[in-house]
């Protein structure tokens, strides 16, 4: 099997599209000696400023800096003060977007994702790579090939205006 770490070029494009295309690639991390891959099930597109569900819609905060940078870094924030949630940036330097990583297979929801897989915020704003522990394989398997078709749905538990609320920015492999 051919395994190839996406570098900053594959996040450098359309956050719709990138979100899209993780489908079926691999999350890996490795930590404590030992490495795991996850296939990517399920993503949520955010594309700052028009995007009043994204945490970028008010501008630039601490907490929220990393999604203006470059392009194939991770963005992790803690909600409800005990869940971690994992992003990957996307788009050009200076552009808030980001793909939030809500499932793999065998593991449903974001805060799960993050616990399983031991990310915290000592992952913000370091690059998805193998320096940091932390990155996204495409292991030449397609999804057609896997059986899996993908659904486009509405965001889960999104807040912001009803545009936003309404917008299918979900993808899930089905």
């Known amino acids: 099997m051919t395994r190839k770490a996406l570098g900053a070029k594959f996040f450098e494009r359309s956050t719709l599209r990138v979100a899209r295309e993780l ?3 691999y999350l ?7 490495t795991r891959a996850f296939l990517i099930t399920e993503v949520e597109a955010y594309t700052g400023k028009d995007d009043m569900s ?11 800096q990393a999604m203006f940078g470059r392009s194939g870094h991770w963005y992790v924030y803690l909600i409800y003060g005990m869940y971690h949630c994992l992003n990957i940036v996307t788009e050009t330097h200076g552009t808030p ?18 616990r399983e897989l031991g ?7 370091k690059p998805a ?11 030449a398997s397609r ?7 993908i659904r486009q749905t ?7 205006d009803e545009k936003a609320k309404k917008r299918r920015w979900r993808f899930v492999l089905a």
């Not at 890996?28 to 030992?34: A, C, I, N, P, S």
């Not at 994204?54 to 929220?64: D, E, Q």
């Not at 980001?98 to 793999?104: K, Q």
């Not at 509405?154 to 912001?160: E, H, L, M, S």
Request: contains cysteine; aromatic residues 4%.
């Open 143 to 149: 999804i057609q090939k896997l059986g899996f078709r």
């Open 154 to 160: 509405a965001r889960i538990n999104v807040g912001g």
């Open 54 to 64: 994204s945490h970028a819609a008010n501008g630039m905060t601490k907490r929220n």
């Open 97 to 114: 977007a980001a793909v939030l990583i809500r499932g793999l297979a065998g593991v449903s929801g974001p805060g799960k994702v993050c």
């Open 28 to 34: 890996v991390r490795r930590r404590g000696g030992k």
């Open 23 to 25: 489908l079926g690639k």
């Open 129 to 139: 790579a193998k320096s940091s522990g932390l990155w996204v394989e495409d292991r």
């Open 119 to 125: 990310i915290t915020t000592a992952l913000y704003g």
